[in-house]
């Protein structure tokens, strides 16, 4: 009897557990939570909301965005590396929270090389550094001309402590041997509303989330970090043009989870990801805000994060650049 009873529990057991198998189904069987750590209106962001929006037409998956910013995007980064390793919560991260920050940041709210699953390349965006239309300064000349004789007093908004627009300022300051004021914001949106009020004199910010202004003419473009010109600023020279050569600086995306992500579920994404980068229209919308596609498996990005980390904080080391 009491054999008989528990192969009937045991069966029942199974049937219960087959059951449920079925119900939960193939991941995903529930929205995707896509944490920005960045807030609404910043290159980070508009990157993200084109993924997710190409990503839940493509593959009928329906990602939802989270904006967690401060700290440079720790906040949001550690609300990812904190989170369920379920494939329903992945972040956006950047050379900002997973390269920058371990090397400025006295205390960091997590492990940028242990804590994730990197899943994906996404985009590479370099800095370009604007002042408002009505500015009288109409080239970097004329920048540290006044930086120089303003000798500490001339601001420049900043997305964040840590950004590579924080560190492009810096780095540009100690190359053109000049003062700034760096004006650090929770993320792009609001350092564009500061330098468009007139509260700041510039801003260096990636090239994503000051296309917008530069189209609607309120802004005008005095240069761009990268190695070349940007196809959507042709004629905007870049530092290394302007007397600064070697000069180059550029903030990067790619998708993480947190660290325990299954296998299965990171290649799902890295795939679909990779995917919605080769669509022509989804170039043709990174080109005209300024970023390049930067394509990347989950060990290629791995590999990146790594380098990049290494990188920066050998810079930030080397030049001893401090949190103010």
Excluded: C
């Excluded at 290159?43 to 967690?68: C, F, H, M, P, Y």
């Excluded at 601001?155 to 004021?181: F, K, Y």
């Amino acid at each position: 009897m009491q054999r008989r009873h528990f192969l009937q529990a045991s069966a029942a057991m199974t049937l219960i557990a087959t059951g449920i198998a079925r119900a939960q189904g193939p991941w995903p069987q529930k929205p995707i939570r896509l944490v920005v750590p960045f807030p609404p209106g910043g290159g980070t962001d508009t990157t993200s909301r084109l993924i997710a929006e190409k990503l839940t037409l493509t593959d009928q998956w329906t990602l939802v965005i989270d904006n967690k910013p401060g700290a440079g995007g720790n906040i949001g980064l550690d609300a990812v590396a904190k989170s369920a390793p379920d494939g329903y919560t992945i972040g956006m991260g950047q050379a900002a929270n997973l390269a920058i920050n371990p090397a400025l940041y006295p205390k960091m709210p997590f492990d940028p090389l242990q804590d994730f699953t990197p899943v994906a390349g996404v985009a590479e965006q370099p800095v370009v550094l604007v002042v408002r239309q009505d500015s009288p300064l109409r080239t970097l000349a004329d920048f540290i001309k006044a930086a120089k004789a303003r000798n500490g007093d001339m601001g420049i908004a900043q997305a964040g402590n840590g950004t590579v627009g924080h560190l492009a300022g810096e780095m540009l300051a100690r190359r053109a041997r000049v003062r700034v004021l760096q004006v650090p914001y929770k993320g792009a949106g609001p350092a564009m509303t500061d330098l468009l009020g007139g509260q700041v004199d510039a801003y260096f910010g990636n090239a994503v989330s000051v296309m917008p202004q530069l189209s609607a003419g309120k802004i005008r473009a005095l240069a761009v970090t990268s190695a070349k010109r940007l196809s959507a600023l042709p004629s905007v020279p870049t530092v290394a043009e302007q007397g600064f050569a070697g000069f180059e600086a550029a903030t990067w995306l790619g998708l993480v989870g947190p660290a325990g992500l299954p296998a299965d579920i990171t290649a799902r994404l890295g795939a679909a990801t990779i995917k919605v980068l080769a669509r022509p229209d989804v170039q043709q919308k990174l080109a005209q805000e300024g970023s390049v596609p930067t394509p990347q498996t989950s060990p290629q990005f791995a590999a990146h994060i790594r380098a990049e980390h290494a990188k920066w904080g050998a810079l930030i080391r080397e030049a001893q650049i401090k949190l103010s």
